[in-house]
């Protein structure tokens, strides 16, 4: 199983992007599907989630701006990230956790968000 992460790039304060996880491969009982993000001397931290029921959560940095959303047959999780900011800037990685507890990774994209 392979997580492909597309989307990022170099945008302007105040503008968007819209970043992508294709899963290849299968996963099954997936119990979330979600995003994480990590600066630069920071910690990895979780941005946004997606329950196998629906339920979004969101780290309170980005509550409002980003919105995490998967297809119906959870093969792509997205994030649309609307007014960013320099503090944005990281690198989002998806993951996905099935129901035995084992987390998937994607291989990171990089978001760089200038001021």
């Known amino acids: 199983v392979q997580l492909q992460a597309s989307g990022g790039g170099l945008v302007q304060a105040g503008g968007s992007l819209r970043l992508s996880c294709a899963v290849r491969?299968?996963?099954?009982?997936?119990?979330?599907m979600t995003w994480y993000r990590q600066a630069p001397g920071k910690q990895r931290e979780l941005v946004a989630g997606?329950?196998?029921?629906?339920?979004?959560n969101y780290v309170d940095s980005v509550k409002g701006r980003f919105t995490i959303s998967t297809d119906n047959a959870k093969r792509t999780v997205s994030l649309e990230m609307n007014s960013l900011k320099p503090e944005d800037t990281a690198v989002y990685y998806c993951?996905?956790?099935?129901?035995?507890?084992?987390?998937?990774w994607g291989q990171g994209t990089l978001v760089t968000v200038s001021s």
């Open positions: 993951a996905i956790r099935n129901a035995r507890a084992f987390t998937f």
């Open positions: 997606i329950s196998s029921g629906g339920i979004t």
């Open positions: 491969g299968s996963i099954f009982n997936i119990e979330a």
